[in-house]
């Protein structure tokens, strides 16, 4: 069960590479974000638990705009949609590039599940990637 919660998809090998996780993977992403953003072109946040991090939202605030596009997710049913929603609202301030999805499921594999391909084609794929 925990092993699922923070179940990290990093495509390294990639040029561009991204970073993606779910719950307190997702806010390990969003840090990444801001310490070693030179080492990725986008992060994925499926659920991020950012409640352990008070001061995340000042940082990215603070921050200047990285050049990564973002990927981030919620369900609308006992997950983090709350937080979710207020670090979509500064990371589309700062004019970051995010692709955002709210799906109506909680913090499990429902909702993070049929995403991956979502993020991944997000992230790598081009104008005429399909499902």
């Known amino acids: 069960m925990y092993t699922a919660r923070i179940m990290v998809w990093a495509l390294l090998l990639i040029p561009g590479a991204a970073l993606g996780a779910m719950s307190f993977g997702g806010l390990n992403?969003?840090?990444f974000?801001?310490?070693?953003?030179?080492?990725?072109?986008?992060?994925?946040?499926?659920?991020?638990?950012?409640?352990?991090?008070?001061?995340?939202?000042?940082r990215y605030r603070k921050a200047p705009k990285r050049d990564m596009?973002?990927?981030?997710?919620?369900?609308t049913k006992s997950d983090n949609e709350g937080?979710?929603?207020?670090?979509?609202?500064?990371l589309q301030h700062?004019?970051?590039?995010?692709?955002?999805?709210?799906?109506?499921?909680?913090?499990?594999?429902?909702n993070w599940g049929p995403l991956l391909d979502d993020a991944l084609i997000y992230f790598f794929g081009t104008e005429n990637s399909t499902r």
Request: with cysteine; aromatic share 12%; hydrophobic share 35%.
């Open 94 to 110: 700062k004019g970051y590039a995010i692709h955002y999805v709210e799906v109506p499921y909680g913090h499990n594999w429902n």
């Open 69 to 75: 596009k973002i990927f981030l997710s919620t369900g």
């Open 83 to 90: 937080r979710t929603r207020t670090l979509k609202g500064i």
């Open 29 to 31: 992403s969003a840090c």
């Open 33 to 58: 974000g801001l310490e070693a953003h030179e080492s990725f072109g986008g992060i994925g946040m499926q659920s991020p638990a950012m409640h352990p991090v008070d001061d995340l939202f000042s």
